[in-house]
């Protein structure tokens, strides 16, 4: 492995995770607030990026263009958010159903599989021109501030009484509930804000990246799982929710620069998914065998306590 060109790689891997990160926390919101798997991330991380290109190529403003392909991820959150609460459709089945209609709307807003953008401007663009500075550079300024606009954004809202509704729908439903809660409500605004967030980030890649997809979002859930895993196995689960907010992007960076050292070694972009596939399968497996290995010295200790 040339080291030279690993280091070279290191800052793209670093804008990637950052921007990917933002799929990451929508996907947080869903798989650990409200305990649910959510399948509609892959349609509406393409959605996101399809909205922005379309905006930019009409000559939309890029900030303008992020914030309505956000509203088209709520749009499609709630879509399922519809299915899963009042059609009382499963929770992963609603997402799949969503996912599939996606497609055809993604193709009807683009008009096609894909759009460039590499002649209007962008965010990046923008950015770059102003500072001065390489598009890496610019993708991590930009990144950086939205993660931490999001993340303080997040933090805020959990900590409300609405925020910490869906929090504790998540945790106990039936508690919730019996406390007058209505816990289709808050499934619905999880649904919501999940899917909006990963919009944004399909946003932000199409920008990032220079054009539009329509399978851009192709496998976008089991990125954000490898992303909030790897974040809890490096950092750990027992902190502050500020604290563990942040590991989800620390994950997201970290499963980034994996994936750039595996390339550098000579693994083909055709194994990725399956590279992806046995990191997320390892992330979840070291914890349970750690968790296991703790028991076993736990219960020898006490074997050893009782014998004295």
Known sequence: MNLTSLFASLPGALSQGILWGVMALGVYTTYRILNISDLTVDGSFATG????????????NPIL????????????????GFLHTRCEIPAILAGILTQLGLYSINLRIMGRSNTPLLKVDTLFSQVKDILSVSSQTASILVGALIIVLI??????????????????????????ESLGVNTKTTKMLGFMMANGLVALSGALIAQSQGYADIKQGTGAIVIGLASII???????????????????????????VVVSVVLQLGLSTDDLKLLTAVLVALALTAPVILEKRAQKKR??????????
């Open 49 to 60: 990026g399809c909205v922005a290109a379309v905006c930019l190529v009409n000559g939309i």
């Open 65 to 80: 263009s992020l914030l309505i392909a956000m509203i088209a991820g709520v749009a499609a959150g709630a879509i399922t």
């Open 299 to 308: 219960y020898l200790a006490n074997i050893e306590g009782e014998g004295e």
């Open 151 to 176: 993340v303080a954004a997040m933090y805020w809202f959990y900590g409300t009484e609405i925020g910490s509704a869906i929090r504790a729908t998540g945790n106990n439903e039936h508690m919730v």
């Open 230 to 256: 790897i974040g809890e196995v490096v950092c750990g689960k027992r902190r502050n929710f500020m604290i563990r907010l942040s590991t989800i992007v620390v994950g997201s960076i970290l499963y980034r």
